[in-house]
C-alpha cells in the first residue's frame, strides 16, 4: 500500500500563487508516476499534471504556462507551483500516485492507483 498526504492549499486571490506538495509513503518503491487532479463541485475529477520517474511531464491545456509540476524521488515527493490562479482553478486537489511492478518476465503487470485525501485550493475573484 501507499499512502499520500498533501499539503499548500488554502484561499488566495485571483492573481496569486500556491504550491501543494505531495508526500508518498509505505510501499513506494514501485511508483512509476505521479501527478495532481482536481474536482470542482458538480465536475468530474480532471487531471491537472502527471510527471514520470524520469522527468517525463503531461499537463492539461487549461493550466498549461500557470501550473508547473516537478517531483523529488528521493523525498518520494510531487510538487504543484500555481501562479496567476484564477477562479476557475476552485477545487479540490487530488494526488495520485501510480505504481507497477513485473514480478517475472512471464507475468502480467500489477498496476495500482493511489490517492490523497485531498486538498482544497479557492481563488478568491
Known amino acids: 500500500q501507499v499512502q499520500l498526504v498533501e499539503s499548500g492549499g488554502g484561499l488566495v486571490q485571483a492573481g496569486g500563487s500556491l504550491r501543494l506538495s505531495c508526500t508518498a509513503s509505505?510501499?513506494?518503491?514501485?511508483?512509476?508516476?505521479m501527478g495532481w487532479y482536481r474536482q470542482a463541485p458538480g465536475n468530474q475529477r480532471e487531471l491537472v499534471a502527471t510527471?514520470?520517474?524520469?522527468?517525463?511531464?503531461n499537463t492539461a491545456d487549461s493550466v498549461k504556462g500557470r501550473f508547473t509540476i516537478s517531483r523529488d524521488n528521493a523525498k518520494n515527493s510531487v510538487y504543484l507551483q500555481m501562479v496567476s490562479l484564477k477562479p476557475d482553478d476552485t477545487a479540490i486537489y487530488y494526488c495520485?500516485?501510480?505504481?507497477?511492478?513485473?514480478?517475472?518476465?512471464?507475468?502480467?503487470?500489477?498496476?495500482?492507483?493511489?490517492w490523497g485525501q485531498g486538498t482544497q485550493v479557492t481563488v478568491s475573484s
Open positions: 495520485s500516485a501510480h505504481s507497477m511492478v513485473k514480478p517475472c518476465i512471464e507475468c502480467p503487470k500489477i498496476e495500482n492507483d493511489y
Open positions: 509505505g510501499r513506494t518503491r514501485y511508483i512509476n508516476s
Open positions: 510527471i514520470t520517474d524520469g522527468g517525463i511531464t
